[in-house]
């Protein structure tokens, strides 16, 4: 029994308290408590308050294991309760609300679910009936994706990646994805993938003829990745961009020194960054003009490399596209404002509203354009090749545009709990 215990307070010590010492102390005076009075509890169980034998079911393998961890839940005082509730999973939470009836009670307590859901997620609006359901079902959705020509990658909320695409895997880009978790951000290029862990190291896979794989950085101070057609760029933690992969078009020596960077997007052989002062600066390939046609103004907030073309988003909500305009990727850029983020593709990009609806322009051989998905409750989308992809405020994912390799068929939907 001491052993159990023991092992309570040592998941208690892993816990982040909000008043840390005082109350690691108070649980830490109650496992000494209650190892005094073990051989007691071992006569009687009567301070332990078990649901009605008529209720009782099967005690499973996962039971047995949590035995003791339930006695302790129902011992343990309530702010250590809700401390060990606010730092569970939504899945550990689920189970130990069916072995506890004292733990049951906070499962039922929708301000304990909305605080739950804000720190794990940064949700602030249900997208289910009540916050308990919200959260069960973020947390076995997505967070975030991108798209490529034939693959696309998403990120789970709980760290984990899936990727879809090419059922011959000429490359390896869905067997090799990671199957492991802390992962905070992905990006997809043509044959190759990217992945920021959320120490800030990268792990990249797929296509190595240009060294996209091998020569990726081994640095642990990045923020944020982008793939390119086969090249990569990531932004350091100091604002300052390294690059690597194919450099046919100077897209990785001609990459801007300095600091001061905030934003990074790879094309086909062009990349184009944001610095913080809302300026522009485009490097590498410029056959349309998608380098020495960058525009100079400093009110700039988000941007997106495309093949030949660029697409930013300006900070009072519109939209500036140049470069390559074979298919009206430029000059049938949507006007107006109210626009909160953009993505451009091969020869299609796609924008969201700020009232979570979407717009979509640009070669539309695939249904890329006239099939955008209706709605106004996305948050995230990626344009690919002849695909894109959206992130739904619930976590799920839809894909729409060409599907030879199952980019759409083959979109993921959400695991359970």
Known sequence: MSDSVETMTQKLARLKLKNGNRNLERARSHSRSVR??????????????????????????EEKEMKVDVENLENLPLDILQTIFMNMSVKEISRNCKLSERFDAL??????????????????????????????????????????????????????????????????????????????????????????????????????????VSDTPEDSNFIQISAGESHSVALRKDGTLISWGEDYDSQVSDTPRGSGFRQVSAGDGHSITLRENGTLVSWGWDNRGQVSGTPGSSDFEQVSAGRGYSVALRKKGTLHS??????????????????????????????????????????????????????????????????????????????????HYGQVSNTPTRSRI
């Not at 009075?37 to 034998?53: D, K, T, Y």
């Not at 044959?191 to 959320?198: K, Q």
């Not at 109210?338 to 990009?349: I, P, Q, W, Y």
């Open 322 to 403: 140049w470069g390559w305009d074979d298919v009206g990727q430029v000059s049938d850029t949507p006007r107006g404002s109210g626009f909160k983020h953009v993505s451009a593709g091969r020869e299609h990009s796609v924008a969201l509203r700020k009232n979570g609806t979407l717009v979509t322009w640009g070669n539309n051989d695939y249904g890329q354009v006239s099939d955008t998905p209706r709605g106004s409750d996305f948050k995230q989308v990626s344009a690919g090749g002849w695909v894109s992809v959206a992130l739904r405020e619930n976590g799920t994912l839809v894909s729409w545009g060409w599907d």
């Open 36 to 61: 005094r009075s073990s051989q007691q509890r071992i006569q009687s169980r009567s301070r332990v308050r078990r649901r009605p034998a008529s209720r009782r079911h099967p005690v499973t393998s």
């Open 107 to 212: 499962c039922k307590r929708e301000s304990l679910w909305k605080q739950k859901v804000l720190k794990d997620y940064g949700v602030t609006n249900k997208t289910e009936a009540t916050w308990r359901k919200t959260a069960m079902i973020i947390s076995t959705g997505f967070k975030q994706v991108s798209a490529g020509t034939d693959y696309s990658i998403a990120l789970r909320y709980d760290g984990t990646l899936v990727s879809w695409g090419h059922e011959h895997d000429a490359y390896h880009h869905v067997s090799d994805t990671p199957r492991d978790s802390g992962f905070k951000q992905v990006s997809v290029g043509v044959y190759h993938f990217i992945a920021l862990r959320e120490d800030g190291t990268l792990v990249s896979w797929g296509n190595n003829d240009w060294g996209q």
